[in-house]
């Protein structure tokens, strides 16, 4: 077996302490935290160490091929190793090498706890501390124990080491703290630490009550100290994207080293905050890393101002644990619950934290959502709807037509939005969401559109992705949580990786809002806006899912954006929804890299009554009027494909398969294929067209009365 070596570690958190905390006493819990580590080292000679258990050995429940240096057949389904001791008058340290740990296994050393194996696929060195007394005279014992065994996993050689952590390492004390450049005042913040060579060390000796750490990350309130070992460290701060990035470089030697962070904001957002609706915690959804008060702490620390807690098929209050860490002023939480279905995920809310969940189990889409308004749920989000995969996400097992918006069985839409910025889910299009989108809302489906994080763990920023909600108050301790449901649902609202937008249409009109046009076009005001470490690029305008207008953003590398954007755009005779898309580079810094190649802002739809008849009518109304003045002559809508603009024609198809006789339908599969050779529109209606035409589904609400 490899020995240590200095790129055999890895850096780690401790075992999931917080989730200990509601059964064990105040007092006690952070004596436990504070005597047990689980950390990785970067300067362990190879031969240092006694060791316990050379072998390498596989754990777990299944036969697993492929497995290098281990057997295939699992010996067992725990590791017990006995060894002969004598007492620890102070801390000594547990090296472990060990890889696929995805699940609890809890390191019990004499039926005393002492820590849980990191979970990580790579195979990599891990260190624990082990509290003075741990060890006893005579024989010892080492338990690993998984909760689950069929989590399989390889583990070995395991090492004691009689020194304490801190001599181990040769660590030095860090002390950051974080202050807003304007006021002086102290903030939450989420710093980052890279070594010079660009790896991220583990932080070591932080307090775990008041701060979130994992590899060379940590989330403060205002200030926190920690330990490294000495070297040369790039230590910076970021505050979520509305604000600046600051940074340092510190060498440690033999002293301590104090370093002060400055930001500022650097985007206005008045009358809008900044919303995260879809979050997790580990404490209570079972997987991720985040515990519940990791996850207050690193809201804060992101600037989030409303914060929806939707931990699967559980109704979870952050109140107690941001009371609790004494939060209370830079967030309002929500009490959700990601709805976990067969059909896809839902988040609901608000809801009440002790009443029964909102019931899962149901296939029917319209009695799902019902049960989840029956508990109160204001907003009905469908979660990443292209997750897993495309191949089996729930607009595909649905049957959706990416060209029409139509559902193989036609299955009415009753959810409120749907997210089209997901910061945690791998989406390669930026635009590949907003076709699908697109196409509901031509199909007559009043659905909005949402950003969230879905952070699971601590390391993936929360409010990565976010919504940006119309807000009667910018205090983010007191939103009226009402009015931003409201605000969802209407629309007022719009989505964010990174960069803010905000949309003027005809000077007094924004997203969600009816736009009474009398004239051939309307003219748009669309503000670009982001921080210095953010760059813009291109604004599109689409009108009913067409692209209508392009232009690039003003904006200069390491310079904070703020522009406004001026359009002039045809309206083309009949009423359209009108939606803004930014795209911009990725974020490469690893204190907020993003998953996907880009960052992103959008609006929600403005509707424009262009026939001025004080209501909007989707392309499929349209197409209805168009369809009906036909009056059965097929010749007649052959020659109408050839004049409609295609996102109208597509609709108008849709309504001729449902009626023509069956006779007609080859000479209509041949007018669509000539239309799918020449518009992108079609060929995208001909691409997922169901063997069977389906009735078109009946929108849940309509659009927007005046």
Request: charged residues 25%; proline residues 7%.
């Amino acid at each position: 077996m490899p020995e240590f070596g200095q790129s055999d570690y890895n850096t780690c958190q401790c075992m999931n302490t917080h989730s200990l905390a509601p059964m064990m006493p105040h007092a006690l819990f952070l004596q436990f935290v504070l005597t047990c580590f689980l950390v990785t080292a970067s300067a362990v000679p190879a031969q240092e160490g006694r060791v316990i258990d050379g072998k390498h050995r596989h754990l777990g429940d299944s036969d697993i091929k492929d497995w290098q240096g281990v057997d295939p057949k699992p010996e067992g389904d725990r590791l017990k190793v006995e060894f002969q001791g004598a007492p620890n008058s102070r801390p000594w340290t547990l090296s472990a090498r060990h890889r696929d740990v995805d699940g609890r296994w809890t390191i019990r050393l004499n039926d005393r706890v002492v820590g849980e194996l990191r979970r990580h696929r790579t195979e990599k060195t891990f260190l624990y501390e082990l509290a003075a007394g741990t060890l006893r005279a005579g024989t010892n014992t080492l338990e690993v124990v998984p909760d689950d065994k069929s989590d399989d996993i390889a583990i070995g050689p395991v090492k004691l080491h009689d020194r304490p952590l801190r001599e181990v390492l040769d660590l030095r004390p860090v002390t950051v703290s974080v202050v807003d450049s304007s006021s002086g005042e102290r903030l939450p913040a989420r710093i980052t630490i890279v070594r010079d060579d660009g790896s991220r060390p583990e932080l070591y000796f932080a307090d775990p009550a008041r701060t979130a750490v994992r590899e060379g990350l940590i989330y403060v309130n205002g200030e926190a100290g920690f330990e490294l070992p000495r070297g040369t460290y790039s230590v910076s701060a970021t505050r979520g994207m509305e604000w600046s990035r600051d940074q340092r470089i510190v060498r440690l030697d033999d002293a301590e080293a104090t370093v002060e962070l400055r930001l500022r904001r650097e985007i206005k957002t008045a009358g809008h905050v900044a919303a995260d609706t879809h979050i997790h915690t580990f404490t209570f959804s079972g997987h991720g890393d985040a515990t519940a008060e990791e996850r207050i702490l690193s809201l804060a620390g992101e600037g989030v101002e409303l914060a929806v807690a939707t931990d699967h098929n559980h109704n979870l209050d952050y109140r107690p644990y941001q009371e609790a860490l004494q939060l209370n002023e830079h967030f309002t939480p929500v009490v959700g619950n990601e709805v976990t279905s067969d059909n896809g995920h839902f988040n609901a809310f608000p809801l009440h934290p002790d009443d029964e969940v909102p019931p899962h189990k149901e296939s029917d889409w319209v009695k799902l959502v019902e049960g989840m308004r029956l508990k109160g749920a204001k907003v009905v989000i469908l979660n990443h709807p292209r997750w897993p995969d495309i191949a089996q996400s729930p607009f595909t097992k649905l049957g959706l037509n990416r060209g029409s918006g139509e559902r193989a069985a036609g299955t009415p839409f009753t959810f409120d939005a749907m997210e089209l910025v997901n910061s945690t889910v791998d989406t390669k299009d930026p635009l590949y969401l907003f076709t699908d989108w697109f196409a509901l809302l031509n199909r007559g489906d009043n659905i909005r559109a949402v950003g969230s994080s879905d952070s699971h763990t601590v390391g993936d920023p929360a409010g990565q992705g976010r919504t940006y909600i119309k807000s009667g108050t910018d205090d983010p301790a007191r939103l009226n949580v009402d009015e931003l449901c409201g605000n969802i649902v209407a629309g007022r609202s719009t989505i964010s990786l990174g960069i803010y937008s905000e949309l003027v249409v005809n000077e007094s009109f924004g997203p969600g809002d009816l736009v009474p046009v009398d004239e051939a076009s309307v003219h748009l005001r669309l503000r670009v806006a982001a921080p210095h470490w953010i760059r813009p690029r291109r604004a599109i305008v689409f009108l009913n899912s067409v692209e209508v207008a392009t232009m690039e953003v003003p904006a200069s590398d390491g310079v904070a954006t703020d522009a406004t954007l001026e359009f002039q755009i045809k309206t083309d005779g009949i009423d359209a929804h009108l939606v803004c898309v930014v795209l911009g580079d990725p974020v490469t810094d690893p204190g907020w890299k993003t998953l996907n190649d880009y960052t992103l802002a959008a609006t929600n739809p403005v509707f424009l009554d262009v026939n001025q008849d004080g209501t909007y009518r989707s392309p499929l109304e349209s197409a209805r009027r168009v369809y009906a003045s036909l009056q059965g002559d097929f010749e007649a809508l052959l020659l109408t494909l050839e004049v409609v603009p295609p996102f109208l024609g597509v609709q108008v198809l849709t309504l001729a398969y449902g009626d023509i006789p069956p006779a007609r339908k080859p000479q209509l599969d041949a007018a669509l294929a000539r239309q799918a050779e020449k518009h992108t529109a079609y060929a995208l209606f001909q691409r997922h067209r169901p063997t069977a035409s389906a009735p078109a589904a009946v929108p849940h609400h309509g659009g927007p009365q005046p």
